[in-house]
């Protein structure tokens, strides 16, 4: 299976999505007053995107403890039986109690909604939160489940052979590959 | 002995008989059993013996016989002559009725000969003294303990001046039970390795040298059967060259194979005697073409099933009856064995051993010798690919 | 015509696989992901860091107040236990469950197999039952390697012990214990004392230590169960496996981490030792002997421990013991390897499912 890059003119660049992403948090967090947010990006990808916009946020605003978590969604996915277990399990890094935390759950690629479906359900074996709301860098559609987020980078459409490839973590890129 | 009342003309095929020095290609022809080397005209049927030798009919010097009627058949066709049958059956060969009834199931159909093997002891049970001298009369070529511990030294010692008595032929399987007690397989770093506990050399060198002496002490007629360690090959050789009266087989299996095998738990390598190193593989090796020791097939069948088992649960034996000259043959591709001194060991020694007439096993003009025509390719491929004479 | 003898004869040249080679056949699927976990032996260092890696992320899970993940929800567990340890299997069941499957305890003694039913009967009816997993230990060192090469392939076997053979996972429990205390594995010293002789934990131990980079692996104890033959054990052709020592005080010199092995009592009356005491006097680890070894150097027992005979109460207690930590790594690893070994098997299924 060769992979071909395309070319990405009329693609918005990483970079491109991190800033309207970094723009669109900020005006939400301060909109909806919230105090403390706790940043919690998905292993991989979501985790480089979670990171990047952790700092951003922590160096311009003088907002008191913005919290950065990771979660490896990978004991709580539902293609077990089909793929087994990834081999690069790193677990998940979060504090030990997210209790009435207002989560911003950070993924890099919204496809089916089946990864953010198995993150919510690991948040909540950690406790329980006051609200999660999810931004994306990249919603490319096809959803399998009723799961939309909050902020979106960009919005892409893609042919049937093709996907999103994000790489990182610095500097983060984003292409699109024919699998074909 | 049953006589084929017809003439075969067997052309090329390379005849083998190391009494004779004999190893030639050369036509012979089966008359009435008797064998000519020269062609006949009046042939009732040709084979093509190239790719085919003609020897002495193979003798098993140690099988356990299940069926004795499809056991022998089955031994013919691979170019068997005799089977000696070990007496630990249900009953025990321990009396000349046993003896008898296996003769008839033997005479009833066209199999192989089977020599039946008496019990040293009554019931196996290694105490007392089985009636040597009427198993001997009722055709039990030998005597033996069947793999199964004799109670202490003074029973063996007794056992060995009862038979020297008669002359009768004792077959001991050499084993010191407390230290082989729980062994399982070879002792050394394979079955450290695995776990296993080990049947240390010692176990068969002590017994080796124990009997060595008894015999000594009582001029016995002995034979060890199936010794497994280059140190029981030295002082066997020694003690012949004394001139006390011992003989000694190896089992095929450990000609073929070393305790590395054990490796991955193959409960086929579950065997009594054990396999033992590679080191000791080469002197029983160098022991057959050195023409000091027979080959025989140790064969002790057991079910798939039994097999399918841990390797300590799982039955101890292999299924050799039919197809041990065929590994031994294995051996002679791989330049381990020469031809002439496989023959040797697996007809002309055990015959010697049991003292068969040398007309059933030497291959001399115009008389009616007990031989086989075995398809060489077909037999190292396993294939029951023979013909047995005079049987 | 046996089967191993036509396959001899009809390819008569093949050479012997190494024990490294057959030991990684059986257990690993085409991909090389593990299938089977039944020893250390044969796998590489990057299977069992993975396997490291893995325990450390069920460690996180195991803090947490929610400490089941969802992954093996729908799968059966069964454990199979032939030969008794009540620890071992609760362990199994506490890990099965915090993996969310469901799991089936057989405590068969070996009598009631005997009575019939035959250890391939019993465990074919057991897979009839839709079983995924067995965790197997038994009285018979290469019980599971013979279950998982030729009775039931396809379930997915962990070996919790199996006769002098083999403990992987309890293996892998104290690699994760050293790993922990001592940043790595690599270029340790680690002295395992005792009875090796009789110990299926000390030859696991062995291999993995080998495997994951250990500058030198010692087996103290007396010449009846320390045998020479323990020094082949994952040997290469540049260095032995192990050194054995029958002096104490020369095994322990500047040694990193200390495995004490538990003696059990029928060995005195095996001819093995002549008495508790005088065993403890050689070979006991007290606070005395303790400081022939590195001033940082910890102190590691599989249990249960026997106080007074192979370890001293003080030093058990005291500073430089672990022994606690081991038991709750315990439930972690055995949490990866079942995840791991369950995840290749359904791997290997869907391979040959598309096929």
Known sequence: MSNSILPTSGIKSAEECIDLLEAQLKSFIQDNNIQNPLFVGIRTGGAWVAEQLHQRLNSEHPLSNHNLGALDISFYRDDFSQRGLNPQVKGSELPDSIEGENIILIDDVLMTGRTIRAAMNELFDYGRPASIHLAVLVDVGRRELPIQADIVGTKIELQDSQLVKIEGPTPLTLSIVDKA | MKTEMNTTLIENAQIIDPSLNVNATQTVSIENGSLKFSESSKADNKIDGSGKILIPALIDLQAGIKNIQADSQAAKQAGIGYVCMTPNTSPVIDTPADVTLIEEKNNAVDGCKILPLGALTQGLKGEQLANMYSLQQAGCIALTNSKKPVKDLLVLRRLMEYAATHDILILINAQEETLAKGGLMHEGETATRLGLVGIPESAETIAVAQTLLLAEETNARLHFSQISCARSIDMIRKAKEKGLKISADVAIANLMFTDEHVTGYNSLFNLQPPLRSEKDRQALLAAVNNREIAICSNHMPSQAAAKTDTFAAAATGMNTLTSWFSLGLNLVDRGELTLENLVYASSTLPAEILRLPETSYQLKENTKPVMALIDLKGATQGLSSAITFNV | ?355
């Open chain 3, 1 to 355: 015509m046996n089967d191993l003898i036509s396959q001899l004869l009809s390819s008569p040249d093949a050479s012997l696989p190494s024990p490294t080679e057959v030991a990684s056949k059986v257990q690993l699927n085409s991909k090389g992901r593990l299938k089977h976990f039944l020893t250390t032996e044969g796998l590489s260092k990057e299977l069992l860091t993975e396997i490291l890696d893995t325990a450390d992320s069920f460690i996180s899970t195991q803090e947490r107040s929610v400490k089941k993940v969802p992954l093996l929800r729908g799968q059966t567990v069964v454990n199979l236990f032939f030969e008794n340890s009540t620890r071992t299997r609760s362990t199994f069941e506490l890990a099965a469950k915090r993996l969310s499957a469901d799991i089936l305890n057989l405590d068969i003694a070996r009598s009631a197999t005997s009575k019939g039913e035959t250890l391939m009967d019993t465990l074919w009816n057991l897979q009839a039952m839709y079983s995924d997993m067995f965790v197997i230990r038994h009285a018979d060192s290469g019980a599971a390697h013979i279950i998982a090469e030729k009775i039931t392939p396809n379930v997915a076997i962990i070996n919790a012990g199996d006769g002098r053979h083999a403990h992987p996972t309890q293996a892998m429990l104290d690699m994760l214990t050293i790993r922990r205390h001592k940043g790595t594995i690599e270029g340790q010293t680690v002295a395992i004392v005792g009875d090796i002789l009789h110990s299926r934990v000390a030859r696991s131990q062995i291999h993995a230590l080998n495997t994951l980079g250990a500058k030198e692996v010692r087996l103290i104890g007396p010449g009846t169960l320390v045998p020479k033959t323990m020094e082949a054990l994952s040997a290469t052709d540049e260095k032995k496996g192990a050194q054995v020592y029958y002096d104490m005080k020369e095994g322990l010199k500047d040694v990193d981490v200390i495995i004490m092995l538990r003696l059990q009592k029928e060995r005195m009356s095996d001819a093995l030792l002549p008495s508790e005491s005088e065993y403890f006097k050689l070979y006991g680890l007290t606070k005395e002997k303790l400081a022939y070894a590195k001033a940082d150097a910890i102190v590691m027992h599989p249990g249960p421990i026997n106080r007074g005979v192979e370890i001293d109460s003080e030093v058990a207690d005291g500073e430089q013991s672990v022994i606690l930590n081991q038991v709750s790594y315990g439930i972690a690893v055995r949490m990866a390897v079942m995840s791991m070994a369950m995840s290749g098997q359904k791997e290997e299924q869907a391979e040959q499912e598309s096929e």
